[in-house]
């Protein structure tokens, strides 16, 4: 009888032997293989297996958080993402790993391995190109969003994943925790630099703040509008010369679409604060521009091109009123941008002061600096949540002032 043990560099070896697809992707003699261990997210242990053949990357859930084995946690997280994994293969080819094999009993997800990728993360810390992957993803998020959700697809079509991804609580309490409620009350996961004290009390006595998040978390729990990523921050996209891929759809859920949005910019603004130099920052504000401009002109054209594809907002049903059918779409979009740039603002915040920080910082070594770049963007989340911005161009000019 098999049961669940975690793997270690010696029996991963084992576990691909006993799978042929596998074994013939890497080459037959497994003694040739090389086993690497390169775990470095919070949750999940991660190997990379290269053969003579080819290469592959196993990914298994553990039974308690990675870095913090007195968090307990089940198993489940890998069969959502390898669900997640293979609906987006269909509705964003070429964007995510190739989907290889699931292992619902060791909870052991198996996929193409991203050879000379680095996450966008790096890449941006680096200096790299910020404009190209961010309308890459706008485009992917609009497609994930588009084929998962009422507008591209029938009812019939859509509900019963919106009942399968609703079971993926473990996640969505570990998002609707530490995104949506810890950074906004006095948590003991919270921490930050001590520069940043007067912010936070200010962030957490607000009650036009405390109204924003309440809506959030309303919005996060009760609008299954798509399929969503659920983490996507600029650790889960991975690029090389160009080419980009999402991984890591663990936290894949039904929610609002501006969510996904939301994260991904939230992490270009916290790149952006974190930048080296001002041409750097302006970089960085293109990017995001470009981020939203792309997503929204795939996510409008997808529903020129597949009109009768789904229930909602259907022209066959509303042929005659094509202004209004015009009119209701632009209100859906405007509906994702509000919940964007209020998602963004608390990512940004639990970023700064909540369990799970961010490596964007860490070249500044003084902490004063440091503070002053981070204040920069919690005020400006704070200022976010208070006030929406009722366009992109206001969103990067209050950040650019
Ligand atoms: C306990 S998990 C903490 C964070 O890591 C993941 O990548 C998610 O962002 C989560 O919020
Ligand atoms: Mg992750």
Redesign the pocket.
């Known amino acids: 009888v098999r049961h669940y043990e975690t793997l270690t560099v010696e029996s991963v070896r084992v576990f691909l032997e006993q799978h042929d697809t596998l074994v013939n992707r890497l080459g037959s003699r497994s003694e040739t293989w090389t086993v690497r261990e390169v775990s470095d997210?919070?949750?999940n242990l991660v190997f990379l297996v290269q053969g003579p053949e080819g290469s592959v990357c196993v990914k298994q859930s553990l039974p308690h958080?990675r870095?913090?084995p007195q968090?307990r946690m089940p198993l489940d997280r890998t069969a959502f993402e390898a669900e997640w994994l293979r609906r987006v293969e269909l509705t964003a080819p070429g964007c995510v790993p190739v989907f290889l094999l699931f292992d619902p009993v060791m909870f052991v997800l198996v996929m193409e391995c991203l050879e000379g990728f680095v996450t966008f993360r790096q890449a941006l810390g680096e200096g790299a190109d910020a404009v190209g992957p961010s309308r890459m993803i706008g485009g992917f998020v609009a497609r994930t969003a588009f084929f998962s959700s009422l507008p591209g697809r029938t009812l019939e079509e859509i509900m019963p994943n919106v009942s399968f991804f609703a079971n993926n609580t473990t996640?969505m309490r570990?998002?609707f925790d530490?995104?949506l409620s810890d950074p906004f009350y006095s948590h003991h996961r919270n921490h930050w630099l001590k520069e940043l004290d007067q912010e936070v009390a200010v962030l957490q006595s607000d009650e036009a703040i405390a109204r924003a998040m309440i809506r959030l978390q309303q919005r996060f729990l009760t609008c299954p509008q798509a399929l969503l990523h659920g983490?996507l921050?600029s650790?889960?996209v991975m690029v090389r010369n160009g080419d980009v891929r999402v991984i890591?759809g663990e936290?894949s859920l039904y929610g609002p679409i501006g969510f996904d949005c939301g994260l991904y910019l939230a992490n270009l603004v916290l790149a952006w604060a974190a930048a080296r130099s001002g041409g750097r920052r302006a970089h960085l504000a293109e990017a995001m521009d470009v981020f939203w401009s792309g997503f929204r002109k795939d996510f409008l054209s997808l529903w020129q091109t597949h009109a009768s594809g789904g229930d909602l907002f259907s022209e066959v049903t509303f042929s005659v009123y094509p202004s209004l059918l015009e009119a209701e779409r632009e209100r859906y979009i405007d509906g994702i941008f509000h919940d964007m740039t209020e998602f963004a603002a608390a990512e940004i915040v639990?970023r700064l002061i909540?369990?799970?920080q961010v490596a964007d910082f860490d070249w500044l070594t003084g902490t004063v600096e440091r503070a002053d770049r981070q204040r920069e963007a919690l005020v400006f989340a704070g200022h976010l949540l208070r006030e929406a911005p009722g366009s992109m161009a206001e969103f990067v000019g209050r950040l650019t002032g």
């Open positions: 997210g919070n949750l958080v870095v913090d968090w996640l570990i998002t530490l995104v983490d921050h650790g889960s890591d936290f639990r909540g369990y799970a």
